[in-house]
């Protein structure tokens, strides 16, 4: 696994418990729920993870995450829900929403943009591509 950027271990350092992020993981997929919070832990993260729609929006209330990774296919309320449902209350205005889902097709990412989704990333999740992705975010939200 390659060593964190620099700008990473920068961004940690100004936060006192060394987290750069409040994620939660919502997938219905257990093993791939928990072994990505796993990464992200070891990356410095603070997680959390929902296995479900209504789980997801019950902790996010609690947690109050900075990042929110939400599968898309889940059974009951899938992910496209949980995004509106987050972008409808105005306790979440700043959390980012990132699909992490199968569905890559472009009609897939415009659905999710139209959910409320700031990004859209295919499985299986690249540690690389998320830890540059929460270095962006840091950097716009300290902007």
Known sequence: MDRPSADSDKARQTDPDGSTQRVLVVDDNRDAADSLAMLLKFSGHDVRVAYDGAEALDIA????????????GMPGMDGYSVARRIREDPRFGGVALIAL?????????????SAGFDHHLTKPADLNVL??????????AQN
Request: glycine content about 6%.
């Open 61 to 72: 209330r609690e947690f109050q995450p900075t990042t929110a990774l939400l599968d898309i």
């Open 101 to 113: 889902t199968g569905f890559g097709q472009e009609q897939d990412r415009l659905r999710s943009l």
């Open 131 to 140: 830890e540059r992705l929460f270095a962006k975010l840091e950097s716009t």
